[in-house]
């Protein structure tokens, strides 16, 4: 199966990378360097500073919408592939799939139940059993 994605994102992503690249990081250190020894000659003026503060403020407002797109995918493939291993895992609570939907509510409850679990499991060990069973969640 092929999924073609969108330039935009095929964009967004290779600028994602790109900027994390330590050559970016270099080259970003360079332009500053050259910034700060071009002061002297434009007898540090205001339109000098502006030039710098004007380029990082575009740069970063830039940035930030596309490597929000690059952590939108990359996030709501993470969620797929979870949600295919809490489905394919037999014993698995299929209740789980899509649980990021949740309002903040129902999100603690769940934590709740989970952490009475994870303490059960503690337990467990503590006493020399495993705790690699299918401990099932109180319904409460």
């Known amino acids: 199966m092929h999924y073609r994605r969108s330039r935009f994102s095929h964009f967004a992503n290779w600028i994602a990378r790109a900027s994390g690249h330590p050559l ?19 007898a540090w003026s205001d339109t000098w500073q502006l030039v710098i503060n004007t380029g990082t403020t575009i740069v970063t407002f830039l940035m930030v919408f596309l490597i929000q797109n690059t952590q939108n995918r990359d996030s709501h493939a993470v969620q797929l592939k979870l949600d295919e291993l809490i489905r394919a895992v037999e014993g698995a609570h299929n209740a789980l799939l ?12 769940m934590r709740r139940r989970y952490a009475a679990l994870a303490a059960r499991a503690r337990e467990a060990v503590r006493q020399g059993r495993k705790d690699t069973d299918a401990l099932e969640l109180d319904a409460d």
């Open 24 to 42: 970016a990081f270099m080259t970003a250190c360079a332009i500053i360097v050259v910034w700060a020894v071009t002061g002297p000659i434009f």
């Open 98 to 109: 899509d649980i990021e939907e949740l309002n903040e509510e129902e999100l603690a409850h």
